[in-house]
């Protein structure tokens, strides 16, 4: 089931998250072409773009709740966040100020 998705609309894709297939994945805005960037997500919510530096960041609120950035290719897995998290559903993305934003639903915070 779909649970977040983004256009890139400068590379014509759509990336999006999936919690019963429990993946991060790409399809081309034409859907002719689809990929999984990363899979074994254990509960898999927001997606957001980050163009400046290629990268697509999305959210686990699973047993170890992270946001985690991966380059538009799948590559580079890496957490950018992992402490005091608990249930991180909403990301966003300020390119100008190179910034993340979030939303925990179970604190009742944006960071």
Request: aromatic share 6%; hydrophobic share 40%; proline share 4%.
């Amino acid at each position: 089931m779909p649970e977040d998705l983004v256009v890139d609309e400068i590379n014509r894709n759509i990336y999006f998250t999936d919690s019963v297939r429990k993946h991060l994945a790409v399809c081309s805005l034409t859907g002719d072409a689809c990929s999984v960037l990363v899979s074994d997500i254990e509960q898999p919510r927001a997606v957001a773009i980050h163009h400046n530096k290629r990268l697509v960041l999305y959210t686990d609120w699973g047993t170890k709740p992270a946001i985690t950035m991966v380059a538009m290719d799948g590559s580079n897995k890496k957490d950018l966040v992992s402490d005091g998290l608990v249930w991180p559903n909403g990301l966003t993305v300020d390119e100008i100020l190179d910034r993340v934003y979030w939303s925990d639903a179970k604190k009742d915070t944006i960071e």
